[in-house]
């Protein structure tokens, strides 16, 4: 079973930023949060982890809660083609696969 | 780098045919997955490798499924015989390792049982 929690779907206009949240209350505390994304059509695809801290890459920005019991991912300039699936996951950064749970549906409205 | 490459596209079958859906790993990967993705049930780990072995074939869901790794650069997802609720979109993925972060799908291969 998926040990996060996130809305089914989210609105987001284009140019401004999305947000998109998790919760994750049961989080562990050797548990990364990661995020990926699948467009139509498509695999899913890496965007971004972390432990603790808050991270950046090209994609995103991933802000993860003091207690780390929540995060939220940031599409600082969404575009239309930033409209997919995003999920969640927490996992053990070790021999354990990535198991998906059901997303969240965001659309980029032009 | 071409990416991890599956074939077929598209497959459409016949109730009771053998299926064969093919993976080919991202050069120098050494650990690929198996993923079913439904509407019902969202996308499900079927059996991963690491090395060429079989680590975990938990999630296949039944005798009828079998899944090899000959050697580092090709993988099968074997069906026999098939069933119209194998209908599906069947995605493989590899990494460097099975402790690392990225996963590299391949396009998937959606799969019709008639």
């Known amino acids: 079973d998926a040990k996060t929690t996130q809305p089914p779907s989210m609105d987001c206009a284009e140019g401004r930023a999305a947000n998109l949240p998790c919760n994750h209350s049961?989080?562990?505390?050797?548990?990364?949060v990661y995020w990926y994304r699948q467009i139509h059509s498509q695999g899913p695809q890496y965007i971004i982890h972390?432990?603790?801290n808050n991270e950046t890459n090209e994609m995103a920005s991933l802000i993860i809660t003091e207690d780390r019991k929540s995060s939220t991912l940031i599409l600082p300039h969404a575009t239309l083609r930033d409209t997919a699936v995003y999920y969640c996951?927490?996992?053990?950064?070790?021999?354990?696969?990535?198991?998906f749970g059901k997303g969240t549906r965001l659309s980029v409205i032009a | 780098d071409a990416g991890v490459i599956q074939s077929p596209r598209h497959e459409v079958t016949e109730m009771g045919q053998e299926v064969t859906l093919r993976c080919k790993p991202i050069?120098?990967?050494?650990?690929l997955f198996w993923y079913r993705q439904t509407m019902m049930r969202g996308l499900e780990l079927l059996i991963y490798?690491?090395?060429?072995?079989?680590?975990?074939d938990s999630g296949m869901p039944e005798d009828r499924f079998s899944a090899k790794m000959p050697n580092a650069s090709f993988s099968t997802l074997k069906i026999q015989p098939s069933e119209p609720r194998d209908s599906a979109v069947y995605f493989c993925?590899?990494?460097?390792?099975?402790?690392?972060?990225?996963?590299?799908f391949g396009s998937g291969t959606q799969l019709s049982v008639l």
């Open positions: 972390g432990l603790k």
């Open positions: 490798f690491n090395n060429n072995v079989p680590i975990d």
């Open positions: 996951i927490v996992r053990v950064e070790g021999n354990t696969p990535l198991v």
């Open positions: 993925a590899s990494s460097r390792t099975t402790t690392n972060e990225k996963l590299f």
């Open positions: 049961t989080i562990s505390g050797n548990e990364y």
């Open positions: 050069s120098g990967h050494n650990s």
